[in-house]
């Protein structure tokens, strides 16, 4: 069994309030858990109106199917033009690994 996870920093076009920014991230999470049928969740920064982490992840049986998809999930959120990030860490962890 393998667990992937992707946090992405992100910052925010045109927003001037946290309610605008909801707006922005919640269908962009939304379209994230739909199309690639991952756990998303806005993650981070949340008082900050400019700002945002989302936090997504996945169990798959191989690591290579893991990056895969997170990869797209990746891809999608950086095509958003409202949307640009400024950092990504991908990581696959296997239930075999030390703590």
Known sequence: M??????LDLLLGDVHSLKEKRSVIKPVVAEL???????????GEANLHRR??????????EAGQCRE???SC??????RPELQVLSARLRVWSDTDDD
């Not at 393998?2 to 946090?7: E, K």
């Not at 990746?74 to 095509?79: D, N, P, W």
């Open 74 to 79: 990746e891809r999608l959120v950086a095509g």
């Open 33 to 43: 858990r739909r199309k690639f049928e991952v756990h998303a969740a806005e993650t």
């Open 69 to 71: 998809v997170l990869e």
């Open 52 to 61: 945002a982490e989302i936090g997504v992840a996945l169990v798959s049986s």
């Open 2 to 7: 393998y667990v992937g996870s992707l946090t």
